[in-house]
């Protein structure tokens, strides 16, 4: 035991009395500092940031690794000269196990001042300490392992090839192990079973969506990963000291094959369950894969749904353990609806086994086909009779795809206090047959289907109630009161209904009649936002009359996308990095005073409807009084792209520039004063109604507002005050 200390005291005196290596973790400790020490300051978002500048830094010490590992072995157990030492009566299984843990105890220091750097600047954004240890734990224990399985293959690197090739060799492993496993293999190939022999064990989670939902989504993934890297670190040792004990006579001969083999069988059976949770998931997106009923984009793009009118639904969803859902479904649907009909369909997730299904409080036979279920009716429906459909079903939701850099990701899913449940992937029964997903391109993965066809449910009155879940609940309902623990949403809603859960923070302004749900790490800027959103509705709320507020809530959560419309049911969607505040605070106003305008691709010519154009006007009137522009600077684009329809309409659409005529209609009454006068104008029209929605309002809220009623209210307003002059 004494020569085991004496050789580990001997190899940490070589590493950390070595003036260059103890610069080189000064120049890390400086690296990181230069690196992270703005993060919290910037009005971008800290945790992607953080993450790119860690995950860089750490590839480039992992090429320090190799080379120290192969030092290590040539300084003296593969160097020509020191061929005497095997003579010694030491062994190489002490002799290695000491190199490795001093080299082990150095990079250790690596580890360390990533973490601490971490914690430091994560600790300036005001997040719960909480968060910042899950963090700081997550990143150094990604370090560590990288740094283990690192050194562990440079020293068997270092013992297989005696010469200096071995330097050349080793640069080529640590661009394998990272770049090129990362940038072919995972990226391009798609093989991401693979990314556990990443020698950066951050690539492990590539996700963009790792803040929201990502390294918690794929938890028993990196356990088992670890574990795997851990095991095969030690195959690795066990290696190198086999090759090394064949180089000279030992009596341990079978030992040697012994431990070399029983490491082989650990390494494999810490491979299995890993193996087993990738299985799991492909076999989920084969079946996908190689259904013929889930079509191609090509088959996709003249589909017509055949869909019909539901009038309420009624959910009862209940989480059970295991992360597996309950739910039970009533729905009512008016009398005619159905008339004559033998036969109902319907689209529902294949994750959901139906236990039970009822039409009229009768059982009847169904059959679930993939995404398809078909109810079979004795006697057609009659005309004359309202018809309710209960089902009862079950099923975990955790639909991967493979996708989406080195992580592929989850379509939906319910996993902890992680909850994302999108109506498009039919976590409740759609009316109609729905192509919920296609085929991409390249046949290896999938797309979500209302992203090729563009159709939309017939709108609906919903009742949800959600128990069992680990976190609050959010979605693009109206949340009631929690009764007896359990989470209620209601509302009428022409899209698709999502809810949303996870680690998240929920705020509110006492100026803003919103509330904003984003991430720990984005607080700060949410509360800049909020705040400049509050000068933009103080402004609008002071002149216009009967201001009725389009949007109640901003989901700022980022991630790759949501399928969705950015507005939906007084639901703002932001998925995206926010660096601009003004820009969104715009948006976000932009929404709240005047509603969608997903409609606006529909409108042929502005003669025949100028509701983009009064909307863009709304907006003219907040630059030019509030923010002292003149229409000149307007003109030249200071405004942005909320007055595009004014002065950057194409000729398709607006080849008369009536626009450019109504801006300037606008710009004369301002600077004569007539300021009211304007105001009175745009007041007209806002009750109108300015909302541009894809299907407009058959009580005329929402209809085309002519050219020529423009005019009409202009010229009445101006003539009314030049008569009260």
């Given amino acids: 035991m004494s020569k085991v200390r004496r050789l580990f005291q001997f190899e940490l005196r070589l590493l950390f009395g070595n003036r260059w290596l103890l610069g080189i973790l000064v120049l890390f ?10 993060l919290p300051n910037q009005d971008s978002l800290f945790f992607r940031r953080s993450y790119t500048s860690l995950t860089l830094l750490h590839t480039m010490s992992l090429g320090l690794t190799m080379l120290l590992g192969v030092l290590m072995i040539r300084r003296d157990i593969r160097r020509t000269s020191f061929e005497w030492n095997a003579a010694l009566p030491v062994s190489y299984v002490s002799r290695i196990s000491a190199k490795y843990v001093a080299g082990v105890l150095y990079f250790t220091v690596f580890t360390l001042l990533a973490g601490a750097m971490f914690a430091w600047v994560s600790s300036q954004t005001g997040v719960a300490s909480s968060i910042t240890w899950y963090y700081t734990s997550y990143y150094m224990l990604s370090f560590e392992v990288s740094y283990l399985v690192t050194l562990a293959l440079a020293m068997l690197l270092a013992i297989c090839i005696a010469n200096r090739a071995v330097y050349l060799i080793a640069f080529c492993a640590w661009m394998f192990g990272t770049f090129f496993l990362d940038i072919f293999l995972l990226e391009r190939n798609r093989w991401y079973v693979l990314r556990t022999f990443h020698l950066n064990q951050l690539f492990v989670t590539g996700d963009p969506d790792a803040e929201t939902w990502g390294i918690r989504l794929i938890a028993d993934e990196l356990a088992a990963s670890r574990w795997f890297v851990l095991a095969f670190t030690l195959l690795l040792l066990t290696a190198g000291v086999l090759l090394l004990n064949r180089l000279r006579p030992t009596a341990f001969q079978r030992s040697n094959w012994v431990a070399g083999g029983l490491a082989l069988v650990l390494a494999a059976g810490a491979f299995v369950p890993y193996l087993s949770i990738w299985g799991e998931r492909n076999a989920g997106l084969q079946a996908k894969l190689n259904d013929p009923a889930v079509k191609t984009v090509d088959a996709l793009r003249d589909l017509k749904v055949e869909t019909f009118q539901i009038e309420r639904y009624d959910i009862d969803l209940q989480r059970e353990p295991g992360d597996r859902l309950k739910i039970k479904t009533a729905l009512h649907i008016p009398a005619g609806e159905l008339a004559g009909r033998s036969e109902l369909v319907f689209t529902l997730n294949r994750a959901f086994h139906v236990e039970q299904l009822k039409v009229k409080g009768a059982p009847v036979p169904f059959s679930h086909e993939g995404e398809k279920l078909t109810v079979q009716l004795s006697t057609p429906l009659p005309a004359d009779e309202d018809v309710q459909v209960e089902m009862d079903y079950a099923g975990k939701v955790m639909d991967y795809v493979a996708k989406n850099y080195t992580e592929g990701s989850y379509l939906a899913f319910v996993k902890g206090q992680n909850v994302f449940l999108p109506g498009y992937l039919a976590w409740y029964p759609l009316p109609g047959d729905y192509p919920i997903y296609v085929k991409d391109y390249d046949g290896n993965s999938l797309e979500v289907g209302v992203d090729f066809g563009g159709w939309k449910v017939p709108p609906a009155d919903f009742h949800i109630t959600a128990a069992g879940f680990a976190s609050k609940l959010y979605g693009n309902l109206e949340s009631q009161e929690p009764t007896d623990g359990k989470q209620v949403f209601e509302g009428r809603s022409a899209a698709f209904v999502k809810l949303f859960g996870g680690e998240f923070e929920e705020l ?56 969705s419309p950015e507005l939906e049911n007084k639901t703002y969607y932001l998925v995206w990095l926010l660096t601009e505040l003004d820009y969104y605070a715009n948006q976000f106003m932009n929404s709240m005073l005047l509603g969608t305008n997903e409609g606006e691709v529909e409108i042929q010519t502005a003669s025949e409807d100028v509701r983009p154009q009064i909307r863009s006007l709304m907006w003219y009137t907040y630059y030019r009084e509030h923010k002292g522009y003149t229409a000149e600077e307007l003109k030249q684009g200071s405004g942005g792209s909320l007055l595009y329809s004014l002065f950057e309409p194409t000729e398709e659409t607006d080849p008369n520039h009536l626009g450019v005529q109504m801006a300037t209609q606008v710009a004369q009454a301002l600077d004569e004063g007539k300021i009211e006068q304007v105001k009175k104008v745009l007041n007209h029209f806002y009750a109108r109604g300015l909302e541009i929605p894809l299907v407009d309002d058959a009580a005329g809220r929402t209809g085309p507002i002519p050219y020529t009623e423009w005019e009409q209210v202009w010229k009445q307003v101006m003539h009314d005050d030049a008569d009260a002059n």
């Fill in 29 to 38: 400790g400086v690296l990181l500092f230069l690196n992270l020490r703005n």
């Fill in 508 to 563: 509110s302004h006492p100026k803003l009649p919103v509330r904003l749900v984003t991430t720990p790490y984005n607080v700060k800027n949410a509360e800049k936002l909020l705040d400049i959103t509050a000068e933009r509705y103080a402004y609008f709320s002071g002149w216009v009359e009967h201001f009725d507020p389009k949007l109640d809530q901003i989901l700022m959560m980022m991630m790759d996308s949501i399928h």
